[in-house]
């Protein structure tokens, strides 16, 4: 028997389980298409803050996911033996004017209050950075230091792997016992949808790859921040590979198909970081994310299952918030313990 039943092996349904059975629960996940077959099994990996100014209930939320992060992935590593590549490297953004060099150093001093010591903000000539530097106009960067990076298929697979040693379940099919939680993802949300008078969420094509460098400049980047320019993610990996990512295409024919838009994706990393001008391309990826109209992620009473629950709605940010939507998540299945932030509730997306 299974006190929790979770529908769906993505990152929130594999990161709920892990939790609900660290409490002690037994725990079934359940996915036909096995773990990370959708978003979560992308290439990316970027698990970077909103800026530190106009604070909400969604900036703060995150904020306290990523300093969670690095005790989640230890556990669940220390559990399965198996690593999710996560590292907290911080990020360099490069800044474009003295406009935008004067809001950076104002939201670094923002930043000193909102992230209460626990990270930092800083403003730092681009010279500091070395040759990884991106190109910047202004001879700035922004360094922040509570962007993390990890692998998501390896994340899934650290996860599964964990949950298994553990006691859990991670299967194809089985019966739902227990509480019982859907995190499927798109599929859910145009369900939902069509069930509704308006759209209650929808699913944003993205598309990334995954670059390697020479030999020397791999051991040199797998501890290196990732950068965030030309509003293109770039992302050094533990495996010595980069990852750049991503498209966001509300329109598609073909979710899983790459094209030329991921290529002028990749062309303005290189544009914008020289030494990957003659990177190699190793891996491309392309899938649809969850996005709930609210663009938050959806937590609670699941609108078409009396009873049961949903937790959807990651987005751009599900691995980042991942560790405090299990928390909380896990309170609410086991605890009947509601701590879910209004602007994240099912009704906040009608």
């Not at 962007?147 to 390896?154: E, G, K, L, S, V």
């Not at 699913?203 to 990334?208: A, F, L, P, R």
């Not at 921040?225 to 770039?234: G, M």
Request: glycine share 12%; with cysteine; proline share 7%.
């Amino acid at each position: 028997m299974a006190d929790v039943t979770i529908h769906g092996a993505g990152i929130f349904g594999l990161s709920i389980g892990w939790t609900c059975l660290q409490r002690g629960a037994r725990v079934r996940v359940i996915d036909p298409f096995g773990p990370g077959a959708g978003s979560s099994g992308g290439v990316v990996g970027a698990l970077a803050p909103h800026v530190p100014e106009n604070w909400n209930t969604k900036k703060a939320f995150q904020f306290d996911s990523l300093i969670m992060a690095q005790g989640f992935w230890q556990a669940v590593e220390d559990a399965g033996g198996k690593s999710a590549g996560y590292g907290r490297t911080g990020r360099l953004q490069p800044i474009a004017d003295e406009h935008a060099l004067d809001l950076a150093r104002a939201r670094a001093e923002t930043a000193q209050d909102l992230w209460r010591g626990l990270a930092q903000w800083q403003v730092i000539p681009a010279a500091e950075a070395g040759d990884w530097a991106p190109i910047s106009p202004t001879g700035f960067l922004i360094h922040d230091t509570l962007t993390a990076r990890m692998q998501p298929r390896r994340a899934c697979a650290a996860l599964v792997a964990a949950i298994r040693a553990k006691g859990g379940e991670v299967v194809s099919n089985g019966e739902a016992e227990g509480q019982v939680l859907w995190a499927t993802g798109v599929a859910d949300l145009q369900k939902i949808t069509e069930a509704r008078p308006r759209i209650f969420g929808n699913g944003i094509k993205g598309q990334g790859a995954s670059l390697r460098l020479g030999p020397d400049a791999r051991d040199a980047l797998k501890t290196a921040p990732q950068l965030f320019a030309d509003t293109v993610h770039i992302v050094p990996h533990a495996d010595g590979t980069v990852a750049i990512g991503s498209t966001s295409e509300r329109e598609y024919d073909d979710p899983k198909s790459v094209d030329d838009q991921l290529e002028a994706v990749i062309e303005r990393a290189r544009q914008a970081v020289p030494l990957l001008r003659d990177a190699e391309v190793v891996d491309r990826w392309a899938g649809v994310r969850p996005r709930s109209r609210s663009r938050a992620p959806v937590l609670g009473p699941h609108p078409l299952h009396p009873g049961q629950f949903i937790a959807n709605g990651g987005f751009k940010i599900g691995f980042g918030m991942a560790p405090k939507v299990a928390e909380v998540m896990a309170d609410l299945l086991l605890e009947d313990v509601d701590r879910i932030p209004e602007a994240f509730r099912p009704e906040a997306s009608f």
